[in-house]
C-alpha cells in the first residue's frame, strides 16, 4: 500500500476497506492487511486425506457436535474446526452464517421464499434434509447480503 501526502505535508499510509458487509446485525469490515481468506480445508476420510477447495463447498453444518462440510457433488467431510473459526476463514462476501447450525455458500441458494412470522425460508441447489430457515432478526441482514455481493 503506498503512502498519502496530504496538503499539510503529513505522511499517512490508509488502510482501505476491502469490502463492507451487513452479518448479522453488525458491519463486519475485512482491512486488506488482515488474513487471506482459506482456499481449501484439509479432511479425513476412508484413511487418506484430501484437501477440499472452498469454491466446491455448498455449506457447513453441525452434525452430531461437529461441523461438517457439504460439496456441490454432494460428498460430505468432517472437518476439525469451530464453525465460528470456519466463518472467520471464510469471505463474508460468499459465505452468510444463517443460523447457528449453519453456514451457506452464495453460490448453493437457489431461492429464499418468505415463511412464518417474517422468518425466511432458504432453498438450496443441493439436497439438503433440513429446513434451511433465517430468523426474522437476520433476515434484513440476510437479503442485504444477497442484494449487495
Known sequence: MRNIQNR??????PVM????????GQYATRMET???VKQSFLVFKNNRYLTVPTESIALFQIRYDSPLIICFDRQEYFVNYSLEQIQQLLSPLQFYRVNRQCLVNFKAI???EHYFARKLLV???VTFSEKLIVSKEKATSFLGWMENR
Open 8 to 13: 499539510a505535508g503529513n505522511v499517512s499510509n
Open 17 to 24: 476497506p476491502a469490502f463492507l458487509a451487513l452479518q448479522g
Open 34 to 36: 488482515a488474513h487471506p
Open 110 to 112: 437457489r431461492e429464499v
Open 123 to 125: 432453498k438450496l441447489s
